[in-house]
């Protein structure tokens, strides 16, 4: 089955730092790809997606780009912020014959000012 | 248009009680999808519904928990005889099919004493 594979956190960064959050998956054919974000005593909202490969996507400064080479969805941002704090999560949508999206573990980021 | 709407925010339960979750979703969304989170730990997933029907309970417990989503008003995730095990954060999400972006709500906060 659909399985997404985030790299382990906490990745704890000071404020204007690079950022990469590592994000690999299996699945049958060419799916889209989501990250979503979850701020403290919130719930996951979307922040970017890509729906083929090759495709890019952004939002408020982050960028991944859907790498179908290296089955990789790798989420980036050239500088971070203290209000960037949050838990990332890399996704798959449902597909074939389930109707349940597959999500990553989740990746905790803390920025320190 | 209003997001998903979860009430309450935080419930505390004394073991043996009941517990009602309720979920309003995007309107015109037909798929709601209940999880449970807890801390430091990813989204695990309980029962996917689609208006009136469950179609994958595969995540629930069989026994003291249901679900249900009428076809008039919120979506309900029942707990009976909780215990303290059953303390977690619950999020509900909708979606208009499943393979596009989920919707969620900010999460029912349960505490059992």
């Known amino acids: 089955g659909d399985s997404v594979t985030q790299m382990e956190g906490p990745v704890t960064l000071s404020e204007e730092a690079f950022l990469t959050i590592n994000c690999t998956y299996t699945?049958?054919?060419?799916?889209?790809l989501f990250w979503y974000v979850q701020y403290p005593g919130e719930g996951l909202q979307l922040l970017l997606k890509?729906?083929?490969?090759?495709d890019k996507g952004s939002n408020k400064g982050f960028e991944a780009t859907y790498r179908k080479e290296t089955t990789s969805f790798h989420l980036e941002k050239g500088s971070v912020q203290v209000s960037d704090s949050a838990v990332y999560f890399c996704?798959?949508?449902?597909?074939?014959?389930?109707?349940?999206?597959?999500f990553g573990r989740g990746t905790s980021l803390i920025v320190h000012p | 248009n209003a997001g998903v709407m979860q009430n309450p925010r935080h419930l505390v339960r004394r073991r043996g009680q009941e517990a009602r979750l309720r979920c309003s979703p995007v309107?015109?969304?037909?798929?709601v999808y209940w999880y449970r989170q807890l801390p430091e730990e990813g989204l695990k997933f309980m029962v996917y519904?689609?208006?009136?029907?469950?179609?994958?309970e595969s995540g629930m417990p069989k026994e003291r928990f249901s679900a249900e989503f009428p076809k008039e008003g919120p979506s309900i995730l029942r707990i009976q005889q909780v215990v303290r095990g059953d303390s977690a954060a619950y999020f509900c999400?909708?979606?208009?099919?499943?393979?596009?972006?989920?919707?969620f709500g900010d999460g029912t906060r349960l505490s059992i004493l």
């Open positions: 699945a049958t054919g060419y799916p889209s």
């Open positions: 309107k015109g969304h037909s798929h």
């Open positions: 519904l689609q208006k009136e029907n469950i179609i994958d």
């Open positions: 890509a729906t083929k490969a090759d």
């Open positions: 999400a909708s979606s208009p099919t499943p393979r596009e972006p989920q919707h």
């Open positions: 996704a798959l949508p449902a597909s074939g014959g389930s109707y349940i999206p597959t």
